[in-house]
């Protein structure tokens, strides 16, 4: 069996503002994604604003948990959007601790652990995430309810 390389899956679809895009973050895409997941790789997905769109933020981290990986969400301040959410994924359960980046770069802070600081009023909604699927598409339907509140 050949070695398979250790590449991050970066996931950055647009909102699910429609059945199209949301047929994009079901748990059979996620399914697939992690049969071609390394048992040493980690996948990123960007999953909305966790502050407009809580519910959805948390449907998403709850449709990839169902495709059978481990999730892990955070948040950071995206100067354009505001605050923004994602979710890393893999076969093993992920630490809250971040390796130090050996690149150099301007837009983190050396110490992350604030990124994995949810506010207690986005938590409290984490019971109404929903799993979306290609037979039950309902991201798009929840993304439209959290953001005509705006």
Known sequence: M????????????PDPVDSVISSLYTSE?????????SKQGVLV???NSPEDTPTVFWSIGKTINMAG?????????????????FHLASHFKLPRVIPSISVQHQALVSDMSNLFTISSSIKEVRGKAVMNSLKNLNLH????NEIEKW
């Open 141 to 144: 339907k929840l993304y439209k």
């Open 29 to 37: 895409l996620f399914s697939q994604t992690a049969k071609i997941l």
């Open 2 to 13: 050949p070695h398979r390389q250790r590449f991050p899956v970066i996931i950055d679809f």
């Open 45 to 47: 997905c960007q999953s």
């Open 69 to 85: 990986l481990n999730t892990l969400e955070y948040n950071v301040i995206v100067p354009s959007l505001g605050l923004w959410g």
